[in-house]
């Protein structure tokens, strides 16, 4: 059974351009929910979404932004890049949601000049 | 937000038992107890998750205060491969509040 894949695996890009990651969840699983994490902040939620819908969201402004598929495959946006958006965006997946037990993918490493 | 308070770290000798511990005072009645680790460049980990019960696993057992106002996951006998960042989280689909792990322990296992 294939894990949660998340591409692309690095991204570099500049101040002002925008960018969107992409998240494949487990067979099944419905709900897929996006992190980010740095050193100083750790690892904070950013949105869950299930059956298409946004369900839960965490306190990030809204230049990010997320959907998600009627296969549940997940994609998170982010505009206007800033500097501190500079991080490691993990995705997870799950059956029912997000009070249950989470598959991580490996995450997306993205570098912001 | 319901929210958890971890140690920054923690050490450990190999093949010895471990307690990290986790408070969780403002914790509601319908929140689930999780427990997640993380290793270097992989995406977290689930261990163990509870809600008023203690809980064992192959991976560890989770040990929750009558009060559940706290909370201990046990690794009964560490090993290298323990070493990782390990964090414990409030989980509630139903309230809808941000799920955030924090910064978590990093548990140092040592030969």
């Known amino acids: 059974k294939a894990g949660v894949t998340q591409t692309p695996r690095y991204l570099i890009k500049t101040r002002g351009q925008q960018v969107t990651l992409s998240c494949s969840p487990i067979?099944?699983?419905?709900?897929v929910s996006w992190y980010q994490q740095t050193p100083g902040q750790g690892l904070q939620f950013l949105f869950e979404?299930?059956?298409?819908?946004?369900?839960n969201k965490g306190n990030f402004p809204g230049r990010f932004s997320g959907r998600q598929f009627s296969n549940s495959r997940s994609e998170m946006n982010v505009s206007t890049l800033e500097l501190g958006d500079s991080a490691l965006y993990l995705c997870a997946s799950s059956f029912r949601g997000i009070n249950e037990k989470l598959f991580f993918g490996s995450g997306t490493q993205l570098s912001v000049l | 937000d319901a929210k958890t308070t971890q140690p920054n770290s923690m050490e450990s000798n190999e093949e010895e038992p471990v307690h990290l511990p986790c408070n969780h005072s403002?914790?509601?009645?319908?929140?689930?107890i999780h427990w997640y680790r993380q290793l270097p460049s992989q995406g977290p980990e689930y261990v163990i998750h509870?809600?008023?019960s203690n809980v064992n696993n192959r991976m560890a057992s989770l040990a929750i205060a009558e009060d559940r106002k706290s909370s201990t996951l046990i690794l009964h006998r560490a090993t290298l491969r323990d070493a990782a960042v390990y964090y414990c989280?409030?989980?509630?689909?139903?309230?809808?509040?941000?799920?955030?792990f924090g910064k978590g322990t990093s548990l140092l296992v040592t030969p």
């Open positions: 509870g809600l008023t």
């Open positions: 403002t914790i509601s009645g319908t929140d689930y």
């Open positions: 979404y299930f059956s298409e819908t946004q369900r």
């Open positions: 989280i409030l989980a509630n689909s139903n309230s809808g509040y941000a799920l955030n």
């Open positions: 067979s099944g699983h419905r709900s």
